[in-house]
């Protein structure tokens, strides 16, 4: 075990997504030391993972990129990837918090050559792109990765896969050696910025998620229409790569219902309008039904929302999904009914795309240590304690609403620090 001194202002930052880069750099940027720990083998959690987000309608690389510069460039920051949080200890202000780094099997002699890759016989689902293709067991995590380094999933190699890619590295940087690390760090304060996961569609039996490749979920949506995406950025059904005459956006996919989330997520049905446009653009005559029960777009979002809804092309139901049916042609029919005519519907598309809500990664995965938290697995600020949340660990939201809590909860833990 090693430890890491902070300074008696020290912050720890527990997630790397959008909500903890903002917040690390929020305290860094005003002279707090900060360690930065993420689960995953690189920075930039589900913000990473987006086609575009609204309502600019601006890439990924529009907000990362500049964050990824300034934590490089700020000596003041810590950063550790594959890095969790085992155990906090101490009194606010004079914690002491345990660290666990799993072994990368790469190490700091990596140029990102890709040549370990080339080499590499074995191959795993690609978890980037939600398993709709594969990528090799000695991979970059994504194209926009930092730390740009490549990582080994060594349980997937074979004997011929070791061989090969310690062959074929230059550069020394293959350790399939490497252990279990840990260390302790020594901070006044910890944001809790771990951010949300996809709500699991196979729990929503009557959705048939499982039973039909044309069925996927709007984070699948995003993956299939980025350019770095399994497809290349063209929308097609998985599995037979039929181009999409017909789609069927499903609201609320297990949120609002006291059997999955029973709260609202804020962001599905702007994810929806925002895919409206990406189908649009590419199949200027594909017809478009979305079926929900509200659609919520509040303030500055009417008219992103007005837009959309003018689509001529494009249906609105106000009804539940009662039963997707699977087809045998590759397609599947919707069937809900309409609260307005009381109407059973019963709609054959080439694709359906299930707005799953957003679920909070510790509600799942459970707390490393005793936090505040509501019913929902969704972390209270304690400023007593000097746990802080932020972004969608603290509640489901955007982009832009997720900074701007984000650094919130940065003044709050600089607060703590410095008392």
Known sequence: ?????????????????????????????????????????????????????????????????????????????????????????????????TLETAPRYVNSNCTACGDCSDACPDEIENE?????????????????????????????????????????????????????????????????????????????????????????????????????GPTGGTIVRPGDGKEIESIAFVQCAGSRDENHLEYCSHICCMATFKQMSYVREQYPDAQIYVFYIDLRTPGKYEKFREARMADEKATFIKGKVADIVVESDGGVTVIAENALTAEKISQKVDMAVLATGMQPTLDIKGAPVALDMDSNGFVITNSEKAMIAAGCAKKAADVVTTTQSSTAAALKAIQVSRR
């Open 1 to 97: 075990m090693t430890d890491e001194q902070g300074t008696s202002s020290a912050i720890l930052v527990v997630g790397g997504g959008i909500s903890g880069l903002t917040a690390a750099l929020e305290a860094a940027e005003v002279g707090n030391d900060v360690f930065l720990v993420e689960q995953s083998p690189s920075f930039g959690g589900r913000v990473a993972q987006l086609n575009q987000y609204f309502p600019k309608l601006c890439p990924p690389s529009c907000g990362l990129e500049i964050n990824f510069r300034r934590i490089k460039d700020n000596r003041k920051i810590r950063t550790y990837t594959l890095t969790t949080v085992k155990s906090v200890s101490g009194t606010p202000g004079n914690y002491e918090v």
């Open 128 to 228: 980037f792109n939600f398993g709709m293709d594969k990528c090799k067991a000695a991979y970059l995590p994504h194209e926009m990765a930092f730390p740009r380094r490549y990582v080994v999933k060594k349980e997937a190699l074979s004997t011929a896969g070791e061989e090969a890619i310690k062959a074929a590295c230059k550069y020394n940087a293959i350790d399939l050696d490497m252990q279990v690390e840990t260390k302790t760090v020594k901070v006044a304060s910890i944001v809790w910025a771990t951010g949300w996961t996809p709500y699991e569609p196979t729990r929503m039996e009557n959705l048939h998620f499982a039973d039909s490749q044309a069925i996927i979920t709007n984070m699948m949506m995003e993956r299939m229409a980025a350019p770095n």
